[in-house]
């Protein structure tokens, strides 16, 4: 809970606050560990909450896997087919990450995806993401849930 007593749905981003504004009771589960990632009416105040379960258990996260040549030759020919200013969409694995890094000396590039992966992170804090190019949601990076190492969010 922050400061003004608001919980965020932590790395999902998604319809939950719709089903916990329609539930007959409703008990939130707190956990250290998990980031706050804030979006558009993603946040239930602690007066709509009936009660509250702490789990401080470290979040699970995915293992990297090795890239292979041929993901990397794969990846470097689809980086050199995205514009600058283009809007990324990206998934889960090796390959999506490998594009990401190939993606990093382009410019102004937009986020609106299922998936926010480290290496879109990456993008964002290079400033290669700006979102300024967005046809919607411009200046702003647009995710379901995000994943990745520890820290990373």
């Keep these: 809970m ?7 749905f932590g790395t999902g981003n998604d319809y939950s606050t719709r089903v916990a504004r329609s539930a007959k009771k409703l008990i939130v589960e707190v956990n250290q560990y998990m980031p706050r990632v ?27 896997r090795t890239a ?23 998934g889960v694995g090796a390959l999506p990450e490998l594009i990401c890094n190939a993606l990093k000396e ?15 992170v990456s993008l964002i804090q290079q400033g290669v993401v700006t979102n300024q190019r967005k046809n919607i949601d411009r200046g702003m990076s647009v995710f379901y849930f995000c994943y990745g190492p520890k820290g990373y969010v």
């Design 68 to 90: 292979v040549a041929e993901d990397i030759a794969i990846s470097q020919i689809i980086a050199s087919l995205v514009p600058d200013g283009a809007c990324l969409q990206m």
């Design 2 to 8: 922050d400061k003004y007593g608001y919980f965020t």
């Design 38 to 64: 804030y979006g558009e009416g993603a946040v239930i105040h602690i007066s709509e909450v009936d009660a509250i379960v702490e789990n401080h258990e470290p979040l699970i996260e995915l293992p990297v």
């Design 106 to 120: 382009h410019n102004d590039l937009g986020v609106h995806t299922e998936a926010l992966n480290p290496g879109l």
